[in-house]
């Protein structure tokens, strides 16, 4: 199921992806000095798809570092939580009473 979920989802994807890098693939140039454009300090001359990428690239990763950072108080609270479940488990077994012998001892005639 989840082969096919796969195909059904990537494959369209992958189509879209790829006819998206043939119909931009023009070289364009990437001005990096917003404050001298006829005489950049640093210039770069690529395809218009990797701009594309790139970019898309970046979102992600900046979208996955916030996301990151806005769940931390979910993280903390499960660490919390593991701590106190460890120490409520240690208190139990420290008052748990201490186990009956897995022998049976027999009482003699006298008794």
Known sequence: MKTFLRIVILGPLAIVVVALAVV?????T???DPFNPSAPFFSLAVP?????FATLAVGV???????WFGQGHVRRAARQSRREAARLKAEMERQRPPEAP????LRGPGA
Do not use: H, K, R
Not at 24 to 28: A, K
Not at 48 to 52: A, D, K, M, R, T
Not at 61 to 67: A, D, E, K, N, T
Not at 102 to 105: F, H, I, K, Q, S
């Open 24 to 28: 931009n693939n023009q070289v364009v």
């Open 30 to 32: 990437l001005v990096l």
């Open 48 to 52: 218009l798809y990797v701009v594309f």
């Open 61 to 67: 990763l900046i979208g996955g570092v916030g996301s």
């Open 102 to 105: 897995e022998t049976l001892a």
